[in-house]
Structures are given as structure tokens and as C-alpha cells.
Nanobody, 119 residues
Framework: VQLVESGGGLVQAGDSLTLSCTAS????????LGWLRQAPGKGREFVAA????????AYADSAKGRFTISRENAKKTLYLQMNSLKPEDTAVYYC?????????????WGRGTQVTVSS
């Protein structure tokens, strides 16, 4: 599965940003999907996940109430709406597919998009 993220950038604390991820596979609608992130000097961590039905979601505690994951199967696109961004959200964000263990383990992921939040 090829996944390509976009939408990252440099924003200020309190701003909003929406990340997108497009997939190459026609099996997109069959996959649970997610977002992971990796901050400088830290390991990759789970952010959010969404099941095939588009209704069942899961979030890391750090993302609850601020981030929203969604998907458009017809467009083979996954989104992450991020509000009230904080400097600690600074990381490379990765789109992920093919969950191996719900909700935080995946078999495939993209190359990532950088999100930098200045204070």
C-alpha cells in the first residue's frame, strides 16, 4: 500500500491544520487507517485510528478533544484535523494502513509530513 501525506507546515500555537493522506490501492475502503507521529529524539507514537466503517475511532490521550480523524473512501483519502495545536505536537506525522493490532499497530505507512508548531 502506497500512502502519501500532505498538509504539514509551520504554524503557531493555537492554530489549526489539516493533514491528508492519499492511497494508491483500490482496497482502501477495506483497511483500518491511522496516524502516527515521531517527534525529534523520540519514538514513533500513535495519534489516532479509524475503522473501515468510518465511525469507529480511537485517539491517543494527547489528541482527544483536539484532533479529529476522518476518511473519504471514494477519494481514497484519510484526514487528520488538528485544532489548538501546541509546540509539543511538533513531529513528523505518518499515515498508516493495515492495522495489525487495533488501534495502534500498522503494517504500512507513508513517508510522513512535517508539522512544526511555534510558541
Amino acid at each position: 500500500v502506497q500512502l502519501v501525506e500532505s498538509g504539514g507546515g509551520l504554524v503557531q500555537a493555537g492554530d489549526s491544520l489539516t493533514l491528508s493522506c492519499t492511497a494508491s490501492t483500490n482496497s482502501f475502503r477495506h483497511y483500518s487507517l491511522g496516524w502516527l507521529r515521531q517527534a525529534p529524539g523520540k519514538g514513533r507514537e500513535f495519534v489516532a485510528a479509524i475503522r473501515q466503517d468510518g465511525q469507529t475511532t480511537a485517539y491517543a490521550d494527547s489528541a482527544k478533544g483536539r484532533f479529529t480523524i476522518s476518511r473519504e473512501n471514494a477519494k481514497k483519502t484519510l484526514y487528520l484535523q488538528m485544532n489548538s495545536l501546541k509546540p509539543e505536537d511538533t513531529a513528523v506525522y505518518y499515515c498508516a494502513a493495515q492495522v495489525s493490532r487495533w488501534p495502534d499497530s500498522f503494517l504500512s505507512w507513508g513517508r510522513g509530513t512535517q508539522v512544526t508548531v511555534s510558541s
